[in-house]
């Protein structure tokens, strides 16, 4: 089974960056799409960013567009989120999850959650002078 690990949350000023890494543990993620997810206190969970299996096709949501960057090292079994000039509507936590199926575009994994689950433990940001 798939399992996801989030790292690289924590407290950081407004206008600052963090990124967050994605690892696998006992899989190979270079056969799924992945996504970014956050969730902050009292609000629905949100996708962020999806990337394709390949990294040829990329979803941002609008609220993080320009700012935000996903990539993807398929030999480091890792997918990373860079997130740059940081607000305090960042603050969330964030979570990493890998597509249900192999042919949901990037768009629709982001915006419907289509997702494997469970979720994992998430990392928490939070964005904060």
């Known amino acids: 089974q798939l399992q996801l690990v989030e790292s690289g949350g924590g407290l950081v000023q407004p206008g600052g960056s963090l990124r967050l890494s994605c690892a696998a543990s006992?899989?190979?993620?270079?056969?799924?799409?992945i996504g970014w997810f956050r969730q902050a206190p009292g609000k629905e969970r949100e996708g962020v960013s999806c990337?394709?299996?390949?990294?040829?096709?990329?979803y941002y949501a609008d609220s993080v567009k320009g700012r935000f960057t996903v990539s993807r090292d398929n030999d480091k079994n890792t997918v990373y989120l860079q997130m740059n000039s940081l607000k305090p509507d960042d603050t969330a936590v964030y979570y990493c999850?890998?597509?249900?199926?192999?042919?949901?575009?990037?768009?629709?994994?982001?915006?419907?959650?289509?997702?494997?689950?469970?979720w994992g433990q998430g990392t928490q940001v939070t964005v904060s002078s």
């Open positions: 999850a890998a597509a249900l199926r192999w042919s949901t575009s990037v768009q629709a994994m982001c915006v419907s959650k289509i997702v494997r689950e469970p």
């Open positions: 990337i394709s299996s390949s990294g040829g096709r990329i």
């Open positions: 006992r899989s190979n993620l270079d056969s799924y799409a």
